[in-house]
């Protein structure tokens, strides 16, 4: 039999495990044929941006992580309960969440040209590049999840101890602030990037394709680089660290709440009693190992199809790790045990984990449903489309409305099933359960930006059109997969808040040692409840209102390149003369002051507005969410922080699938009207005005799917990690 | 000094004043002279729609009323805690409610061609008879609110007595069936009314005014009549039942709540005990008077200033009432006394009540800052639309969100400030107060829809311009006083569904005999609140589908009419063939074809299509609404219930605030563009592409402020009542 401290020590090393597959794969990307010197100037350029990006917002987050560790050091050392440690677990946590960030966001910029020249040849290649690249971005930030908190566990345990349920308790509080340390950073990252993403692409096709009229990716745009680099900033690092939150989050909402049985007699068999405590982190560790072999079967050869070998990969991953749960809590829980007040079982818990999978899963096909090409809602907004802007956006609102009633209808039964089977412990763990497989699905959802970038890449090379054909194949095969991994982020980050909510007030109550009671009906939880909710709405309206502002000065500068570089005014001037003809037709002139203004875009100006954008816009919102659970914990104490994290978490979620699906469903309505639909024996195709509704439709949704919507994800989960970091100082 | 009985009865007599007063404004409004036959024909069709529409409203209606008293009566006879007498309760609210309806739109469909008819000499005649047809509405609402109300309340305390708290308790389960009527009726009237003038108004707009080019109010567009009725059942009927239901609710949850105090033997003195719970009724009477008195001010001389008379007319109410409030309290309560567990004094109870006033009005003044014309949200609009409709939208949306903070900060104070000063009787009196100036208050609301229908006659009589401009102008002033009371409107729901929760827990608590805590850390609550705050998004998404099936029946019927009416379609042709020209310039034969068009369109197949599409739509979420609360209360017990209420009461205030002022916002920034406004140096006015946008945007925002956002009011103070109801019961 392993003994606790072996068990202990062997967790990190799977997080050692982890990052060593990172490094493998990340090399076999780099040997690849990166293609012709002008991809591989393409290339250059987006991965400079990219950098110089990451390299603006961490200078920023190293000044708030600063002071917050200083903050926290102090206050840790000047109150009983807490203790100054936490301030490492917080720069430490800040630390690994921004090296995940930063090597999924190297080897994405590194695959997607890759992508693009092994696509120039066929499509098996194609995806096994796309796919390594994605690996390296999952296995990198399960990696550093679990040997990031694995370590400091190992750590602080052996120096406190965890003998007695006291010890554990200081480990656990300390620990917390790693999470905390991931939540901030990923709360920036999102809504930088987010930020980011948005204002470059908004900013490129209202200029670029509506006034100038050039195709989307076309190198004549000056935006077109920094919309390519917040395809990466924003949906592989920004996504990166939203996943590294949720997945540490749960991880340690579950293992404090795991602390309350240690006293249970049952318990005290299975490795000191820590078994549930060390429950999450064993799940964790041994999904990396499935996910590492899940990725092995993501092969395809040509004329196969892609969506089957991710859907062997995903599935089969997730299958095998739930065959391991089941012997994994056979091994480390007793078969039955009680805390007192009601009795716990194994087969409890693993139904609890059980409920959590199905949970997200079935999320994920609501979201399917409402989001997917060739669904009835799409269907319903493209219908709509025919009688203009107003009934597109209308129709969308509806969507977006009318999809959060299903999720959430699966979300309370999850909790009251999971709760019913092993109280607030099955909630936590459900939402581990939920997230033990992040490492294959996030190396999927990363896939679909790389495929994206690739396509780009094709594009700004004018490489032959097979080639885009090949990576938009690719592109969209990942969509499926990627609306399950919506379902999965927004229902694991509903279920971690709630999990973290519930550890902070268990955590309240054992440095306090009262019990707290948050009543709805007491007037005081009752108005942070409705503070609470409208916080949600305050922060999508911060986040929206910056991708306007940050859209415009991008307009404003790719207007004044076309207005002042002589050569690019001149090559659009030879297209609006020439539209509508094969390039072949154009005069000689036109075609020579064509060629002449390749590369005369001043793309690097673009890139840098969209930084200074992002990054000045993120830090509003960023210290809202991180002031306002602060301020309510200190002056209303902890009924009216209790009632904050309700109102947030509620409305939180709400608004997160409202905004995501309303935005995804716009997007597929306008794909569809560009492949060409049906409607009323009316044929819709690109450029007919039902179209142009469309793309109004699938412009406002941008911003809601790919800023606000995925913040509040991160949002509610931040507010219950920083209530929970608070908790014994209140 | 008078006798408590001598008080009671005392009540409805003033309710009866009030509907003196409204039967001779309206006989003085019935005796104005309507104008021309032609006036008189199309305000007769008018007339017919809208009493076809509360026709068959009423009859679908009526079955749901009995069905409801019949449950009610028999699960009251078969428990001990309730009563069957409840049931009468319920119809008389209901019949009270509906009478309202009937009452207001009555004498609105009078006064608009009266308006128009007066407006023809001047201004202050035009606003004289606009206003009073408001005020019979006004004093319609609150003269059957008290006597329903105070009737009851006189009946069955005299049958069951007064004198003990459980008699109380009786007859207050009793009185609380009137609300429950009163809401169910504002919850079809405030859905049905709102299908109706959107799928009237948005397809009139799209077929007639953008594809056929007809202006608005044309008397060739088929629609144009249902547009008009749809005025009345929305803004005058349906807000009527609106606010009826909000007065009556937050009465009855007052009076529950001052039961409670009964036992103090410092109460005794007062009324036998029952002080507090006459309070909010004499509130609501003496309110009638000063509304009557308030009213008599709103005169203005050709070349006054309306909205100057306005503003005389309703502060000054709201002044004198709050003068007399001041005296009433000291008549009524004791200086100060206990219920146990705190200390409450007359001042603190007046400093509630002046809480209540402070925050509907703060709201009121977020309100039109965020949705007037030329504040800067709305400027952050118009200057967003230069470049599309997607800007536009996404700048709409982003001032939607961002404007639900300062009044949920100002709620959340308000809760607190008048719980700090009289425990949860002072949030309960606090709703009492923003509403006991509801007579005027809502005689200025009917104001504007009667001067906006006055507007429509005269287009549609083809008076000379002059006209319409008068009426343009009385329209104009009346949305500063419309915006505030919006404010007063959300804030008092939300007060009141807060009062009615308290009110549901004391009843539930009282009943049973047990502490009912409603813990938001339990899974159980936490499920329902979660399901609670999905109900309002569940419910726009309906109540938005619902107008987009409605308008597209519309848009087919006008499409249709255009074109197998010949007349029509030459009449259209003519136009067509002469844009630009005045009429006097076209050719005789083209004259000939328009005149011959006159009366040709079939309004009358237009307003049915109305009529049946919002009778079908409203049932849906009507039966949602009602059943919901009863199948939690019955399934999940008193807790699920409460964290459901809480659920629907944080996000329903969002959701309305976020959809009510994003839609005035759109609305206001197309209007600034229509009346011409220069952004950047260049001028936008109407036609031009910015203004193309801005009709996008209003489109868009029709059905969210006028349909699903004014319904969330009353979908959260229904629910309220409706757990209210069965407190006993579960």
Redesign the interface.
Known sequence: MMTTQSLILCVPAFGVLGLIYTFFKSSWVAKQDPGTEKMQGIAKSIQQGAMAFLHAEYKILSIFVISVAVLLAVSGANNEASHPLVAVSFVVGALCSGLAGFIGMKVATKANVRTTNAARDGLGKALEIAFSGGSVMGLGVVGLGVLGLGGLFAIFSSVFGIDTVENVTLVMTIVTGFSFGASSIALFARVGGGIYTKAAD?GAD?VGK?EAGIPEDHPLNPATIADNVGDNVGDVAGMGADLFESYVGSIIGTMVLGAVFMTAPEMSENFNGLGAVLLPLVLAAVGIVTSIIGGMFVKVKDGGNPQTALNIGEFGSALILLVLTWFIIGWMLPAEWSDGARTYTASGVFIAILIGLAAGLGIGKVTEHYTGTHTKPVMGIVR?SV?????N???G??????S??IP??I???G??G??HFAG?YG?AIAAVGMLSNTGIQLAVDAYGPISDNAGGIAEMSELPKEVRQRTDKLDAVGNTTAAIGKGFAIGSA?LTA?AL??AF?TSYEQTHGTTL?????D?????????G??MP??F???S??A??RA??SM?EEVRRQFHEIPALRKALDAMTRNEGKEQSEWSDQDRADFEAAEGKAEYSKCVEISTKAAIREMVKPGLLAVATPVAFGFIGGGQML??LL??VT??G??MAL?QSNAGGAWDNAKKMMEEGIEVNGEKLVKGSAAHKAG??GD??GD??KDTSGPSLNILLKLMSVVALVIAPLI
Chains 1, 2 share one sequence.
């Open positions: 908004v209202l509506v709509q009688t203009g802007s107003a009934t956006i209308i129709a609102l509806g969507v977006g409305m009318m959060t009633a959430i209808v979300l309370a039964a909790i009251l999971a709760h607030l909630i509903a709630l909510f519930a007030k009671s948050i009543e709805i009906t007037p005081r939880v009752m108005a942070a409840l409705l503070f909710g409208m709405f305050l999508s309206a911060l929206m209102g991708v306007g859209a415009m307009i209790g009632g309700a109102g509620v409305c979620v709400l409202f793309v109004v412009t406002v911003p809601l």
